[in-house]
Nanobody, 121 residues
Framework: QVQLVESGGGLVQAGGSLRLSCAAS????????LAWFRQAPGKEREFVAG???????YYTDSVKGRFTISRDNAKNTMYLQMSSLKAEDTAVYYC???????????????WGQGTQVTVSS
């Protein structure tokens, strides 16, 4: 079992930056595929960024060039550095861990409770 906890969310002005963290406990996630998803009210959970167990990364088109995903296996922590934030980035952001490096939420086995990111326009 892997427990995930997100942190770093908050209120930020459009054009600003924010860094989210996802800390794991219970087991090391060194060999897990990791991802960030987000969900706005009334919308389905959306893939944002992923990183596989050898640190290969992939992003949804809307955040390419603005967001950077990374992981520190020694600290059991994953990060999402967000810059040039837009109002449409406002959502609850969730970290996830699983066995497949895909963009589909149901393929991930473990989830955090989410952290709110609000971008003011």
């Amino acid at each position: 079992q892997v427990q995930l906890v997100e942190s770093g969310g908050g209120l930020v002005q459009a054009g600003g930056s924010l860094r989210l963290s996802c800390a794991a406990s219970g087991r090391t996630f060194s060999n897990y595929n990791l991802a960030w998803f987000r969900q706005a009210p009334g919308k389905e959970r959306e893939f944002v960024a992923g990183i596989n167990w050898i640190a290969g990364t992939y992003y949804t088109d809307s955040v390419k060039g603005r967001f950077t995903i990374s992981r520190d296996n020694a600290k059991n922590t994953m990060y999402l550095q967000m810059s040039s934030l837009k109002a449409e980035d406002t959502a609850v952001y969730y970290c996830a861990a699983g066995r497949a490096a895909v963009r589909i939420a149901r393929e991930f086995d473990y989830w955090g409770q989410g952290t709110q990111v609000t971008v003011s326009s």
